[in-house]
């Protein structure tokens, strides 16, 4: 039997916005008691409730559940896994997992890229960051401007206003569009360091004006 999506993923949902996950789980074994079949958007939408509660390894379990049930699985369905280890500062773990994504013929999304990105980022570690971006390209995927943002924010956390501002020029080089975030991101990085430090800050700024962006 099948459910209805409509519901049963609003209710994940519900349970994923407000941190519930008790709740989702409770929902999700009354279904399987009365032989319903959950689909695997509403997996996904309790992979979510998961996430927002940081309980990875509950990610892990349900993930694998929905996987031994012979539910394939997409990009949405792990890329939420993938933020429950990011967002409980696991980066290895996200990492991992991203890349096990080819062993079921799933393809990263750039919304799967930039979680792994941005928990590199929260871990200062410019260098996986970077190398996680360049996957993404050579996937094809293009990355988006919270993937080049996580990865400035990745230099500014470790120390490197260079490696910032290196980022900053590459935006425009693949002609990405550099935003206000990007932007403050360099001259923050850059403040703050003796006399150099403030004269690239105050070019970034100028640049970020020539640009017009507030």
């Given at each position: 039997?099948?459910?209805?999506?409509?519901?049963?993923?609003?209710?994940?949902?519900?349970?994923?916005?407000?941190?519930?996950?008790?709740?989702?789980?409770?929902?999700?074994?009354?279904?399987?008691?009365?032989?319903?079949?959950?689909?695997?958007?509403?997996?996904?939408?309790?992979?979510?409730?998961?996430?927002?509660?940081?309980?990875?390894?509950?990610?892990?379990?349900?993930?694998?559940?929905?996987?031994?049930?012979?539910?394939?699985?997409?990009?949405?369905?792990?890329?939420?896994?993938?933020?429950?280890?990011?967002?409980?500062?696991?980066?290895?773990?996200?990492?991992?997992?991203?890349?096990?994504?080819?062993?079921?013929?799933?393809?990263?999304?750039?919304?799967?890229?930039?979680?792994?990105?941005?928990?590199?980022?929260?871990?200062?570690?410019?260098?996986?960051?970077?190398?996680?971006?360049?996957?993404?390209?050579?996937a094809k995927v293009q990355p988006s401007i919270e993937c080049y943002n996580a990865v400035m924010k990745a230099h500014a956390r470790a120390g490197d206003a260079e490696g910032t501002r290196h980022w900053l020029r590459s935006m425009s080089e693949d002609?990405?569009?550099?935003?206000?975030?990007?932007?403050?991101?360099?001259?923050?990085?850059?403040?703050?360091?003796?006399?150099?430090?403030?004269?690239?800050?105050?070019?970034?700024?100028?640049?970020?004006?020539?640009?017009?962006?507030?």
């Open positions: 039997v099948q459910c209805r999506d409509d519901v049963w993923i609003s209710r994940m949902a519900l349970c994923a916005e407000t941190g519930q996950l008790d709740l989702g789980e409770a929902w999700m074994q009354q279904m399987l008691r009365h032989g319903v079949q959950p689909t695997r958007q509403v997996f996904t939408a309790l992979l979510g409730a998961c996430a927002g509660a940081k309980q990875p390894e509950k990610a892990r379990q349900w993930l694998q559940w929905m996987l031994d049930a012979g539910i394939e699985p997409d990009a949405m369905t792990f890329t939420p896994c993938v933020d429950a280890f990011a967002k409980s500062g696991d980066v290895e773990a996200a990492s991992a997992l991203l890349a096990s994504m080819q062993n079921h013929a799933v393809d990263p999304n750039e919304f799967t890229y930039a979680t792994v990105i941005n928990a590199c980022a929260e871990a200062r570690a410019p260098k996986a960051a970077e190398a996680w971006l360049e996957t993404a390209k050579k002609r990405m569009v550099a935003d206000a975030v990007s932007f403050n991101t360099a001259i923050s990085a850059c403040a703050g360091g003796g006399d150099d430090s403030v004269a690239d800050a105050e070019a970034v700024f100028a640049a970020m004006q020539h640009a017009r962006i507030e």
